[in-house]
């Protein structure tokens, strides 16, 4: 099991370019996070996916931040245009439906370490 | 606001000590804490805790959850330089939107040799 796949594993741009992050969650997960982490506000959940549906976005900072799935084995999350402040690591992970067991694991990818000049 | 409140913020310790890790929780519709460690890379899973008083133990690490006064400690035995990482607590919500976690800032904790 390859676990959760996320691409590029940093990025580095500048400001006003549009930046498209990459994911692709373990197989038979029904659900995927988008999460951004910094020093300042630590791990914060964006946008979630159930099935490929957006089920909560109230996390997405603006709306210069979108996000996809248009499959199950795919998502991607993407800012236009890029600002220095968008500067943290974005984590992608899925995991199963937490109505179906008694575990509920997020399991987490690498991460993209994101830098706006 | 803070929903989810870890202390102490960073801790060092030298091997062979015990440390207990603190974790507060204020929300509504409770339904699971998660403990997460998290090394220079991605977070990985350690212990979920869905009733009070129940202890989950893994190796030298363990937890216990108390939903009365909304808190959860971990507890490192014997620490080991390996055990140096950020432990980050998280809250599951029950709701219409499921799989929502909140998470705390983390601990850093710190092994010296």
């Known amino acids: 099991d390859a676990g959760v796949i996320q691409s590029p594993r940093h990025e580095v741009t500048e400001m006003g370019q549009e930046v498209t992050l990459r994911c692709k969650p373990i197989?038979?997960?029904?659900?995927l996070f988008w999460y951004r982490q910094t020093m300042m506000r630590g791990l914060e959940l964006l946008i979630y996916f159930n099935n490929n549906v957006p089920i909560d976005d109230s996390g997405m900072p603006e709306d210069r931040f979108s996000a996809k799935m248009p499959n199950a084995s795919f998502s991607t999350l993407k800012i236009q245009p890029s600002e220095p402040r968008d500067s943290a690591v974005y984590f992608c992970?899925?995991?199963?439906?937490?109505?179906?067991?008694?575990?509920?694991?997020?399991?987490f990818g690498p991460g993209t370490r994101l830098t706006v000049t | 606001e803070d929903k989810v409140v870890q202390s102490p913020l960073s801790l060092v310790v030298h091997e062979g000590d015990t440390v207990t890790l603190n974790c507060s929780y204020e929300?509504?519709?409770?339904?699971?804490l998660l403990w997460y460690k998290q090394e220079k890379k991605a977070p990985t899973f350690l212990f979920m805790l869905t009733s009070s008083g129940i202890e989950k133990k893994s190796g030298r690490l363990s937890s216990i959850l108390d939903k009365k006064e909304l808190f959860s400690i971990l507890n490192i035995t014997a620490t080991q330089t390996g055990d140096s990482a950020v432990y980050l607590c998280a809250v599951l919500v029950r709701g219409s939107t499921l799989g929502r976690l909140y998470f705390g800032r983390g601990t850093q904790l710190t092994v010296w040799p």
């Open positions: 929300v509504t519709n409770f339904r699971s």
């Open positions: 992970a899925s995991s199963l439906d937490p109505r179906l067991g008694s575990s509920y694991e997020q399991y």
């Open positions: 197989s038979g997960h029904d659900y």
